[in-house]
């Protein structure tokens, strides 16, 4: 693996990291923070704040009543969306899916049919 440093304008200090889709999963099953990945680069995702929960929270349960008997289900951020033709991983806030969830291959932590995506935005959002 190969790390580079990056200095984005509202950030102090971001470290980005390149590897394969399978080296980025195998950190992932075993790290204690979350990581993004886009085609290569795995960066660290910042911690929450507690209106960042909040919010999702909230929205995670507006969903479900609103689609309560339906055919959709809704999943919070500890399911990862993999979007094949962008080579591309991430968690988001709240998620939808239409039926039952599509699997990448044999993983049960990458769902590949996302109906709907939430991500909750704060001021560190660039």
């Not at 929270?57 to 979007?83: E, H, M, S």
Request: with cysteine; hydrophobic share 35%.
């Amino acid at each position: 693996m190969v790390i580079a440093s990056t200095n984005p304008p509202n950030l102090a200090s971001d470290t980005t990291t390149r590897c394969t889709p399978d080296e980025y999963r195998a950190m992932e099953e075993t790290a204690e923070e979350r990581h993004e990945y886009c085609n290569g680069e795995i960066i660290a995702m910042p911690g929450g704040s507690p209106a960042h929960s909040r919010i999702a929270v909230d929205t995670t349960t507006f969903l479900n009543v609103a689609l309560r008997d339906t055919n959709f289900q809704t999943y919070n951020g500890d399911l990862r969306i993999w979007i094949p033709s962008f080579n591309h991983g991430t968690y988001p806030d709240v998620m939808v899916i239409d039926g039952e969830p599509e699997f990448n291959g044999s993983r049960t932590d990458e769902i590949l049919n996302p109906l709907l995506i939430v991500e909750v935005l704060s001021p560190s959002t660039v």
